[in-house]
């Protein structure tokens, strides 16, 4: 997967206002904690390095406490997210 080798960004990875728009209120809040928290101290070693796999895994972990829908509507919205953060790195 070449996402995996690719370096993430530790600034662009803090930055989840983009991705938060379209989430409700205090929910937004705390998906986007949950996935800061996934990512600058994930809970599996093979997640420790700072790459674009390393943030997508973080993020997916994250929508496991939404409801079926909201779960569905933001992971197919992952992908366009992370490739307008990190289409450079592809």
Known sequence: MAAKRIDGCDRQSRDL??????QAGSAQTSLARIVHDLY????????????IWSLSNAFTSAFK???PIPQFKATAKLGEFLEGRFSQSF
């Open 17 to 22: 206002r983009g991705f938060r728009r379209g």
């Open 40 to 51: 600058f101290e994930p809970k599996y070693e093979e997640f420790r390095s700072r790459t």
């Open 65 to 67: 406490e939404l409801d």
